[in-house]
């Protein structure tokens, strides 16, 4: 009965590379929802996605950010060209219905160095 | 547009007191608020949701207070244990808004 599993745990990056950020739902959950959190803040909305769709993108920086949920396999996010200001910890976290019933994950935290 | 905030950044308690976390709202028009707890390193875990059509609601330990008049609520947690030195976060469930959190540190 696992929760949401989010992998890597910690990533480091190079600036200018890209950074991939895998959540796995909890079985039997299709709600998906990325999150960014700085040291000492809040979680900030990045997006929230249904298998295969984006629901609500209005937290995704415009450029260099995306996020997919395929029919099979976990919800990726993706980072291009990072920087700097790109590192924090993202969580995801995953619902059986929309916007209710919130599970989260333990977070991926990205470094850029 | 809509926010949720805290009133303290902070709050530091003696072992076996009764802890008092508060927060705001400013959309009138939600009507479903979550608690979270989250340890250092960890992700937010869920305490205790409530609904607007309800004031109160009780879990173990922890009690939410909704005020829909002053767009307020609280989170009160009974008897507090040096467990539950975390930041907490109230969200505004339906539009996925945090607030930044007040950390909870408990003295011994």
């Known amino acids: 009965n696992a929760g949401v599993m989010q992998n890597p745990r910690h990533l480091v990056r190079r600036r200018g590379q890209e950074a991939r950020l895998r959540c796995s739902p909890v079985?039997?959950?299709?709600?998906v929802y990325w999150y960014r959190q700085l040291p000492e803040e809040g979680l900030k909305f990045m997006v929230y996605?249904?298998?295969?769709?984006?629901?609500?993108e209005s937290g995704m920086p415009k450029e260099r950010f995306s996020a997919e949920f395929p029919k099979e396999g976990p919800s990726i996010l993706r980072i291009q060209q990072v920087v700097r200001g790109d590192s924090a910890a993202y969580f995801c976290?995953?619902?059986?219905?929309?916007?209710?019933?919130?599970?989260f994950g333990s977070g991926t935290r990205l470094t850029v160095v | 547009g809509e926010s949720v905030g805290l009133h303290l950044p902070t709050l530091s308690v003696q072992e076996g007191d009764n802890s008092i976390i508060n927060c705001a709202y400013s959309?009138?028009?939600?009507?479903?608020f979550i608690w979270y707890k989250q340890e250092s390193g960890k992700g937010p875990q869920f305490i205790i949701d409530?609904?607007?059509?309800?004031d109160k609601r009780q879990g173990q330990r922890v009690t939410v207070l909704l005020n829909k008049t002053v767009k307020h609520l609280s989170l009160q947690i009974a008897a507090t244990q040096p467990g539950d030195s975390a930041v907490y976060f109230c969200?505004?469930?339906?539009?996925?808004?945090f607030g930044q959190g007040t950390r909870l540190t408990i003295n011994p």
């Open positions: 976290a995953s619902s059986p219905r929309e916007k209710e019933g919130y599970t």
């Open positions: 079985k039997g959950h299709s709600h």
């Open positions: 996605l249904q298998k295969e769709n984006i629901i609500d």
């Open positions: 959309n009138s028009a939600s009507d479903y």
């Open positions: 409530i609904r607007s059509n309800m």
């Open positions: 969200a505004e469930a339906q539009k996925l808004v």
